[in-house]
C-alpha cells in the first residue's frame, strides 16, 4: 500500500453540501440535462453532494425562464409578421409561405415545473427560506458595502437573501456550505463568511471530487474493502445503525405491510466507492452496498377472510407478523482512519432514506 507523503496535503471535499447561485443554472441555458449538470445529478443522487437552493434563487430562475420564454415568442412572432409582409407581395397569396400562429407564453411555465421538478423531487434539494430572513442584516451590508454590495451601484438583494439563508442553517447544523458562482460579487461573500466556501464554477466543484479520486492513496483506500478485518468492522458499524434506518415492505401481500425491525445479517458486497476526501488522518467515500437483512414485517392476513364483491372489501381480515428475509441495496458513508499504510474503520452511516424489503411472498387479490 502507498505510504503517505511528507507534508502530504488534504484534497477532496470539505463539505458535502452545495449551493448552485442562479449564475451557474443560467450559465447553461436553465438545461438540468446538459452535460455537466447530468454528472451533477448523478453525485446527488448518488449522495455524493447534498444540494441547497432557497425559494428566492427558485423564482429568479423561474423569472429567468420566463423571459427566455417571452424572447422566443418575440422571435417568433416577427419571423411570421415578415412572412405575412412577404405573403402580400404577390396576388397569388395561395401560393404564400405558411405563416404560424402568433405565440404567447404561458405564466405555468412547463420548462420550470420540469426544472423545479427535478431540482426539488428528482435530487431531493434542501429548500431554504430566504424571503423569511429579517431585513436588518441584508441592509447592514449593504450600507456598509459589504460584498455582495461592494461594488458601486450594485443591488444584489436576491444573492444577499439566498446566502444569508444558507448562511443561517449552516450556524445552525454546524456545517460548511460549497457557493458554486462565477459572480464575483457572490464569489466575495462567500469568502467573507466562516461558513460559506467559494468556488468558481461547476467544473471547479466536480474537479474537487476528482482530485480525491486521482490521489495516489485512493486505490489503497479502495483495496481496503476486501480485507476481511475491515469488512467485519463495516459489517458491526452497519448493523447498528440500521436501528436508526426506516424500511418499506414492497412484496406481494396484501395492502402491503409496515417494517417493524430491520437486522444486517451480511454484507454481500461493496461497489462503486467514490473517494470524496483524502488527508493525513482519513480518507472518507461513499459506496454501495449490498446486504442480506431480516425483516419483522406487519401485514393485514387475508387468509382466513371473506371478499364482499358489492362492498370491494375484506371481511374478517386479521393483522399478522412475519419475519422476512431479504438482500437490499443501500448508499453508504464511510470514512477510513489511516495509520501508515494501514486503514481502519473510523465510521460508517447510511445515506439512504429507507430500505425496501420484499419476501416475494402472499396473498393473491380475490379479483382480476
Known sequence: MAKPRKGEQSVGLETRHIFLDTEVYKSCGHNLYAKPMQVLGRYVEDGVFVLHTTDVTLREVRRQI????????????SVARQLQRWNRRYRHTGDGLPVPQALEPSEDSAAYRDFEWTVRFDWKARVHAASDQLVGPVLDRYFERQAPFDSEGSKEFPDAFALLAVENWCA??????????????????????????????LHRLLALVGSAEGH???????????????????????????????????????????????????????????????????????????????????????????WDREDQRYYGAETGVAEIRDVVAAKIFVELVRDGEDFGLGSVGFLSQDLEVSDGAGDEWPYK
Not at 456545517?175 to 464554477?201: F, M, P, Q, T
Request: proline share 1%; aromatic share 6%.
Open 216 to 306: 495516489d492513496i485512493a486505490d489503497a483506500a479502495r483495496d481496503a474493502f476486501d480485507e476481511p478485518s475491515f469488512r467485519a468492522a463495516l459489517l458491526d458499524g452497519l448493523a447498528q445503525g440500521i436501528g436508526e434506518m426506516g424500511g418499506e415492505y414492497r412484496g406481494d401481500r396484501y395492502l402491503e405491510g409496515d417494517v417493524l425491525a430491520l437486522e444486517v445479517e451480511e454484507l454481500e458486497s461493496v461497489a462503486d466507492v467514490t473517494i470524496l476526501r483524502v488527508d493525513e488522518k482519513q480518507v472518507a467515500c461513499v459506496a454501495d452496498a449490498r446486504l442480506a437483512v431480516s425483516a419483522e414485517i406487519d401485514y393485514t392476513d387475508v387468509s382466513e377472510a371473506w
Open 66 to 77: 420566463g423571459d427566455m420564454e417571452r424572447e422566443l415568442a418575440n422571435k417568433a412572432n
Open 172 to 201: 445552525a447544523a454546524q456545517e460548511r456550505v460549497y457557493v458554486v458562482s462565477k459572480d464575483k460579487a457572490v464569489g466575495r461573500a462567500a469568502r467573507a463568511s466562516e461558513h460559506l466556501i467559494a468556488v468558481e464554477g
